[in-house]
């Protein structure tokens, strides 16, 4: 799924605060199934995964190349 920035989306934070700010951003969630209905559910391991994500993204450098570009090391 993808959500592109120009249109009208849903609901999230994310969502609503890239609407204000001129950046590009990504707006990162856990995948559930039937949110908010009394079935919601979403995978048992799935938090642990994003915080080794997330942690791995943080510990990295933000590099500015030059002409542009930019690189995470």
Known sequence: ????????????LGN????????NSVDI???Q??????????GAKD????VEAMSH?????FVDEGEGVFTLR
Request: proline share 0%; no cysteine; charged share 10%.
């Open 1 to 12: 799924f993808t959500n592109r920035s120009d249109m009208a989306g849903g609901s999230t």
């Open 16 to 23: 609503i605060s890239n609407a204000h700010v001129s950046l």
């Open 29 to 31: 969630g856990l995948a």
């Open 33 to 42: 199934l039937a949110m908010h209905s009394s079935y919601e559910t979403a």
């Open 47 to 50: 938090t642990e995964y994003l």
């Open 57 to 61: 993204f943080y510990s990295l450098t």
